[in-house]
């Protein structure tokens, strides 16, 4: 089971990236899916989850710019990064959830992180 994420790069303040983080392997059922960053020095932290019922959360600093959508069909999250800022600037990371075939429970499993760079 891996996660593939895709869609970091360098973006001016003001605008625009997305994310985009899909699933594989022997997948029984994905429940949470979110996305964390981690800045240069600093602790990972949480800017996004989505339950498999469509729930989501925001962190403070991301409400209203940032969008979290899954596509139940594809494995896949997405995260829709508008208005960003410099202090935006992290190594983005995914993580879902999981239950493999032939488990019995759920796992948390990490993608390898995108760089989101802001910078004019």
């Known amino acids: 089971v891996q996660l593939q994420a895709s869609g970091g790069g360098l973006v001016q303040p003001g605008g625009s990236l997305r994310l985009s983080c899909a699933a594989s392997?022997?997948?029984?059922?994905?429940?949470?899916m979110g996305w964390y960053r981690q800045a240069p020095g600093e602790q990972r932290e949480l800017v996004a989850r989505?339950?498999?019922?469509?729930?989501?959360n925001y962190a403070d600093s991301v409400k209203g710019r940032f969008t979290i959508s899954r596509d139940s069909a594809k494995n896949t999250v997405y995260l829709q990064m508008n208005s960003l800022k410099p202090e935006d600037t992290a190594v983005y990371y995914c993580?879902?959830?999981?239950?493999?075939?032939?488990?019995?429970?759920?796992?948390?499993?990490w993608g390898k992180g995108t760089l989101v760079t802001v910078s004019s």
């Open positions: 392997g022997r997948i029984f059922r994905i429940n949470n």
């Open positions: 993580s879902a959830r999981m239950i493999t075939i032939g488990s019995n429970y759920d796992m948390n499993y």
């Open positions: 989505i339950t498999s019922a469509g729930s989501t």
